[in-house]
């Protein structure tokens, strides 16, 4: 995998982040007569327009974690530090961190074991694991291979990433079904059937045992052909996790570069930090890191330790 790919899909990431940061929990209603257009300043949690959230700094901890292999103490411990003293953050400051995230460190903190500090509960459906998700699709298209969704233990390290903190079934699958369909941006298969393939491959996973199946009929709008036929006004953007999966790959699927794609998502309302990061992740592979507006990237906080990290990662795999 080349430093470029990392790069365009984290800097992806990390700006849809920092677009939706000004924005985050303001209705659609609001922003389709006041739209974002480019990167604002302050706003919801008056913030410099620099200024990415818990959603990169997260996925930043994976990062780094992963740059050593799979260790979920070690992912826990940097998620806690992120948590505790401000690691990785845009200005040494944790803000935006969920109420099932808040639990499950406080668990870890308290000696529980990192894979039994998730949430299980229907109302720990947030979207805080597949916000961070999106470097282990970066590492398993490594290690394991571009074909890695057909592979158990692939889903089995997908599913413990998200269950640190998110353990429900409906948070393990979107994970994994997201992670299919950056699997074939990665691939290079970018086209609405490649996407569709990524997401037929995880199905077919989570449809070949019970203990998964059972929650696949909530996923019955994430197809492509389904996703392509919805309105605006059919797409969901809180912080469900359903729903935010949903729209993320609506945006990828209705329009044709990476600004306009995040430009739809933030303006989505709600929960724009997350929707823009999710999706920001996928469209930066996409359009590849020079896809990603110069002007944008320019703003962002930190942006050098952040291709550092890229380049670290990259030669570790």
Request: aromatic content about 8%; charged content about 20%.
């Amino acid at each position: 995998m080349t430093l470029e790919t990392v790069k365009g899909a984290i800097l992806g990431l990390v700006t849809g982040d920092a677009l939706g940061v000004p924005v985050e929990f303001i209705d659609r209603d609001k922003l389709e007569k006041s739209p974002v257009t480019d990167m604002q300043a302050y706003g919801t949690h008056h913030q410099p327009a620099e200024t990415w959230s818990d959603d990169s700094s997260m996925a930043l901890c994976l990062l780094e974690s992963l740059i050593s292999g799979i260790d979920y103490a070690d992912m826990m411990a940097r998620f806690l530090r992120w948590a505790k003293e401000g690691y990785m953050t845009a200005h040494d400051k944790t803000f935006g961190m969920g109420r099932t995230t808040l639990k499950a460190l406080g668990k870890f903190a308290h000696h529980t074991p990192p894979l039994e500090c998730g949430g299980t509960g229907t109302y720990d459906n947030g979207n805080g694991s597949l916000m961070r998700i999106l470097p282990v699709a970066l590492y398993l298209h490594s290690i394991i291979g571009q074909e890695f969704p057909q592979s158990p233990e692939a889903y089995q390290i997908i599913h413990n990433a998200s269950a640190l903190t998110h353990a429900h079934p409906i948070s393990l699958i979107a994970c994994g079904i997201y992670c299919a369909a950056a699997n074939e941006l990665l691939c290079g298969r970018n086209t609405s059937a490649d996407i569709q393939n990524g997401i037929a491959a995880a199905k077919a996973f989570y449809r070949s045992s019970s203990e998964w199946s059972t929650f696949l009929d909530q996923f019955r709008r994430v197809e492509v052909d389904v996703l392509q036929s919805l309105t605006r006004n059919e797409i969901s953007s809180s912080g469900y996790v359903l729903h935010t999966l949903e729209a993320a790959l609506w945006c990828l699927l209705h329009h044709n570069d990476y600004r306009s794609c995040l430009l739809e998502a933030v303006n989505l309302g709600k929960d724009t930090d997350t929707v823009g990061a999710v999706a920001g992740g996928l469209a930066g592979i996409q359009y590849s890191f020079h896809g990603i507006p110069a002007d944008w990237l320019d703003v962002i906080a930190k942006r050098m330790e952040i291709e550092l990290l890229c380049q670290v990662f990259a030669q570790s795999l």
